[in-house]
């Protein structure tokens, strides 16, 4: 017996390419932070250096993500998605200001940084030996070290640029300023690491 | 002596240490980047089940609000500048049916005042 037929016809064909569409979009959106999220992460956590922080600030992204963003079309969720990090980022930041200038006021010092290593436990997936491994580490924790030095703006120009290979165009919508702007920011965070990082990685 | 890096060096030389932390992440903080996503996910159907009349809640606002002004506007006393006198009265005229019916008698009009002229010559 045919499910749709005579005025339920209407009814039904009209449902159900709507209903495939939703579950299609759902799947697309799956894919997309499947794709991004680990990136997403690894960006977050160099910015904030706490995973457990960096998980809560991108699963938050991933959200505003899918409930304001997910019926635009997918060539924007990238830089979309990027920006929402980065407020989120932004954000943590400013209530890290005033959480350290409390702690200041009670006289407890602030978190120590400098024993920070989010992947120093992980088993290495290259095959490599601990020696290999030690230094790929030690020159990540270098990096990290010094991007998380940079300016707040130039340290998202340089991740979003570099890292997480955004163009020019998609790297401004997720800082929310104009192309020419990133270009400065990344020109600048690229001059500074080069002298930076140049005694290290030679 | 060291030279300093250059452009290229440095990005592609940060590229791989960074995707190479990625790689290395642990399962733990991988299953829970997946419960993360689960929710957002579910955060989608969420919004999409509700969106469907909420999507017509701001055209029934901005609907709602048109009706409102279009009642205040005929509601409102309008204040109509007379026209002027000479003007309305020139409309009057000219559309009155009298006036169309004397146009159509033009002719007859016409011979009565030429034979009323004639006439007067005659007593004259």
Known sequence: MTACTGIFAVSCSGEQPKEAMTLQRERQLNQFLAGVERRALRFAEIAVRDRDEALDLVQDAMIKLARNYAANPEQEWTPLFYRILQNGIRD????????????????RPADAEDDYDPVAQAPDPMGRTPEEQIEARQAMQVLEHAVAGLPARQREAFMLRTLEGLGVAETAIA??????????????AVHTLRDMLGEHWQ | MKRP?????????????????????????????NQGRQQAL???????????WARWVPAGGLAAAAVVAVVVWQGAPVERSA???GTATDFEIMLSE???DMLEDLEFYSWIDMANLDSEDDVG
Request: aromatic residues 6%.
């Open chain 1, 92 to 107: 943590w930041h400013r209530r890290q200001i005033v959480r350290n200038r409390v702690m200041a006021w009670f006289g």
């Open chain 2, 5 to 33: 890096l250059d452009e290229k060096e440095l990005t592609v030389q940060a590229k791989a240490l960074f995707d190479d932390s990625v790689e290395r992440l642990d399962a733990a903080t991988l299953s829970r980047l």
């Open chain 2, 83 to 85: 026209p002027a006198a």
């Open chain 2, 42 to 52: 579910q955060a989608t159907r969420e919004t999409g089940s509700g969106g469907e």
């Open chain 1, 175 to 188: 800082m929310g300023c104009s192309e020419g702007s990133v270009k400065t920011h990344y020109s600048r």
């Open chain 2, 98 to 100: 009298d006036s169309l």
